[in-house]
């Protein structure tokens, strides 16, 4: 007997909806056989990963082609079953769902950044035909979420970030908040274990009072609500590890400011019974004053819809209120598939479903403006945000923008013509500046001008939303491709200028025309234009750049030649100005991640075979041990900081030891914040019953910078010990 294939079937047949066994069935047997013999990292069968996925979708209540799509979800991409078998064998439907979840691992990209990017636009471009595309990702990412434990420690850092930054976010506009939540919980586990386990142990130490406190709040409002004979379901929940996180570390509050900790929902009927309710709770509990949220009459961009109030009971203890119908109640559970689960299916066009993919819609036209994946990624960055402004027209329009929007953004929101024309704005009736950052709640009248002279290309610089960006660069890109070709040059010669790459005027031409071909240019001025609009980032062309010149145009200069000219006389600055070394024209420098050198340590170089100098602190026993064994001393030359180097960050790693206690992560980030440095990587781990080693990967200006922040962690309580370490990696 197959106890999996028994355990799916049970499952479908207690499945409320009328969904095929027979076909199901099939479509198990078919990914049993196409991916025998082939195992997962537990060193299990990989058919207990469809089958995962399939029962998520079940949970999800999904339909039966969506279900067996998920069960054969792998097949085109990890066996040699063809997309025309699947068409033969199921049906067309399937293929294309199945196609759609593939991943485009035959084709080959330049960088594992514009892989991924590929893959996120094919899996729009299939959203925005059949949105069951993304529910059956999801399912599949959250079946590999859970089983993560599996995978290498650095793989999981980067499938857990990118999690958190791709699959969590779409869950969370299409409104699937149990499986956003659920992965927010484990990547970030990954992300920061130490951090995790410190609020687990506060969660942990007031389990018992809270769930005590929960109870009798339950019960004061049932007891209420049966008196006055309203038929009602209530729920007791605590906020999410990742919810308290992000307060807690991410905007620097304690535990105890987190006033949403606790959260009591009441389910009613009827959109009037939650307002008759509201005014119920807030007669029983103080409510706190501008903690008072309407979803129900401004539903967030992914429909949710709720009533929300932060009330405080007799002990001052705060807690949240959420009040919505059964309706809503499933739309925030489920999202999109809320859609399937409890609705008419495929065809309605109730609810909104229409307007809920507006946003997959909007994303494609952005990269139709777009000549890169830059604008796509941005996109995904800012307009996934889980928080969102809502501000008024003068006709009481509501518009949904990202947190941080400007006046200019609202404008776009309304039309391109309205942004085109912009020439002021008035907030609540008084005149703002355009790029005044909108609140919530803000009634916005824009002020507009037929005879102004178009957008500014520093409002690319201000605006947050997609959809205005996306709009300016279309303004700039069909009106002035005169003056975009100009500005593009400008760009494109500062990029060259940045990365030192200086070319004859008779191999400008031919280089410009092989980084425009790289972007799918045939003409250098179509390339150039682009640069001008924005279309195309002029930062993220510099790999390209580098490239294209150190396979094509940098001359390989012979080694000896090299290590004789280090002796001739002058200095020359190097690398951003930086560091001084000899005179070694067109050589470049590159310091040694071995020992991370830092402006006021002491540095040497050493000259490599076709990389330049890389530099070393001169402790650093990589430098030491082959200064010792090398047959080449010569190669070993002198190095020195330019004392005016200032504006440059270097990376650098630091161990933190120091015994467990609560917050301890948080003040050193804290510390590390104050001091208005970047933390890059952080990895901890316990060495010791209570003692836990914390390494941090941060840039900093120089040795001097790093020591202070040094003294300020020391200065936390429960830290031993702070100091630099030195990577395994060896480098010359």
């Keep these: 007997m197959d106890k999996l294939l028994d355990d799916l079937i049970t499952t479908v047949k207690k499945n409320t909806k009328n969904l095929s066994v027979g076909q199901i069935k099939n479509a198990y047997l078919f990914a049993k056989e196409a991916h025998n013999g082939q195992m997962r990292h537990s060193g299990k069968p990989y058919i207990i990963h469809p089958v995962a996925v399939a029962k998520i979708l079940l949970e999800l209540g999904m339909d039966t082609q969506t279900i067996i799509a998920g069960l054969l979800h792998d097949v085109l991409e990890d066996t040699p079953v063809s997309f025309e078998t699947l068409e033969k064998e199921f049906t067309q439907e399937v293929a294309y769902l199945v196609n759609g979840v593939t991943k485009l691992s035959t084709m080959k990209y330049t960088s594992r950044t514009e892989t991924q990017m590929e893959n996120i636009r094919k899996m729009f471009l299939a959203m925005a035909h059949d949105i069951r595309v993304i529910i059956i990702k999801l399912a599949d990412r959250l079946h590999n979420m859970?089983?993560?434990?599996?995978v290498k420690p650095s793989k999981q850092r980067l499938k857990a970030y990118e999690t958190m930054e791709l699959y969590a976010p779409i869950a969370h506009r299409l409104g699937m908040s149990n499986v956003k939540e659920e992965l927010e919980a484990i990547s970030i586990k990954v992300l920061d274990p130490y951090a995790c386990h410190e609020i687990e142990e506060y969660l942990e130490i007031n389990q018992k009072a809270r769930q005590r406190l929960l109870n009798t709040i339950k019960n004061r409002i049932s007891e209420r609500l049966i008196g006055e004979n309203i038929k009602h379901a209530l729920e007791g929940r605590v906020k999410s590890i990742y919810g308290i996180y992000r307060k807690a570390y991410m905007a620097d509050k304690r535990f105890e400011e987190i006033y949403d900790v606790y959260a009591i929902r009441i389910i009613l009927d009827t959109e009037i019974e939650c307002y008759n309710m509201l005014g119920i709770v807030h007669d029983m509990f103080r409510p706190l004053p501008n903690r008072f949220k309407d979803y129900i009459s401004t539903p967030k961009p992914n429909m949710y819809q709720s009533l929300h109030t932060t009330v405080i009971d007799s002990n001052a203890i705060p807690f949240e209120i959420q009040i919505r119908t059964w309706e809503m109640h499933y739309t925030a559970e489920y999202g999109i598939a809320a859609h399937w689960k409890y609705k008419l299916g495929m065809g309605s066009k109730k609810d909104g479903f229409d307007k809920r993919l507006a946003w997959i819609r909007q994303l494609l036209e952005v990269q139709k403006e777009s000549d890169t994946n830059d604008a796509l990624l941005l996109s995904i960055k800012s307009d996934f945000l889980p928080e969102e402004v809502y501000a008024f027209t003068p006709q009481g329009e509501v518009k949904a923008l990202p947190n941080g929007s400007t006046a200019i953004d609202f404008a776009y929101s309304i039309h391109s013509e309205v942004g085109n024309h912009m020439v002021g704005a008035k907030v609540n009736g008084k005149l703002v500046s355009i790029d005044h950052v909108i609140k919530t709640g803000?009634?916005?009248?824009?002020?507009?001008?037929?005879?102004?002279?178009?957008?500014?290309?520093?409002?690319?610089?201000?605006?947050?939303?997609?959809?205005?960006?996306?709009?300016?660069?279309s303004w700039f890109k069909n009106k002035h491709k005169e003056e975009n070709i100009q500005e593009g040059k400008a760009e494109f010669l500062k990029e060259l200028k940045k990365n030192s790459i200086n070319?004859?005027?008779?191999?400008?031409?031919?280089?410009?025309?092989?980084?425009?071909?790289a972007y799918k240019f045939n003409e250098a001025n179509d390339f150039y234009a682009a640069l001008g609009y924005g279309g195309i980032s002029a930062t993220a062309i510099a790999p390209k750049l580098r490239d294209i010149y150190s396979k094509n145009y940098k001359a390989a200069e012979p080694e000896k030649r090299v290590i004789e000219r280090h002796k001739a006389s002058?200095?020359?600055?190097?690398?951003?100005?930086?560091?001084?070394?000899?005179?070694?024209?067109?050589?470049?420098?590159?310091?040694?991640?071995?020992?991370?050198?830092?402006?006021?340590?002491?540095?040497?170089?050493?000259?490599?075979?076709?990389?330049?100098?890389?530099?070393?602190?001169?402790?650093?026993?990589?430098?030491?041990?082959?200064?010792?064994?090398?047959?080449?001393?010569?190669?070993?030359?002198?190095?020195?900081?330019?004392?005016?180097?200032?504006?440059?960050?270097?990376?650098?790693?630091?161990?933190?030891?120091?015994?467990?206690?609560?917050?301890?992560?948080?003040?050193?980030?804290?510390?590390?914040?104050?001091?208005?440095?970047?933390?890059?990587?952080?990895?901890?781990?316990?060495?010791?019953?209570?003692k836990s080693s914390i390494r941090i990967t941060l840039s900093v200006e120089s040795l001097e910078q790093l020591n202070r922040v040094i003294r300020e962690i020391e200065s936390v309580s429960g830290v031993i010990s702070v100091k630099r370490y030195l990577n395994a990696e060896t480098e010359m």
């Design 146 to 150: 859970r089983t993560i434990k599996y």
């Design 442 to 473: 803000e009634l916005i009248e824009v002020i507009t001008n037929e005879k102004s002279n178009g957008p500014s290309r520093d409002w690319l610089k201000v605006v947050k939303s997609s959809e205005a960006r996306s709009k300016i660069r």
């Design 503 to 517: 070319l004859p005027s008779k191999e400008y031409e031919k280089f410009t025309l092989e980084v425009a071909k």
């Design 570 to 690: 002058g200095m020359q600055l190097k690398r951003g100005n930086s560091v001084i070394v000899g005179d070694l024209e067109g050589c470049l420098v590159k310091f040694a991640r071995c020992c991370n050198p830092l402006p006021g340590d002491e540095i040497i170089g050493f000259v490599t075979r076709g990389y330049g100098i890389s530099v070393h602190r001169k402790t650093c026993p990589s430098a030491l041990v082959s200064q010792k064994a090398t047959a080449q001393p010569e190669r070993w030359i002198n190095v020195t900081w330019n004392k005016t180097v200032h504006g440059e960050y270097f990376n650098t790693n630091i161990e933190v030891i120091a015994h467990n206690r609560l917050r301890l992560f948080a003040t050193i980030a804290g510390k590390i914040s104050n001091a208005k440095l970047i933390m890059h990587e952080i990895d901890a781990r316990e060495v010791e019953p209570q």
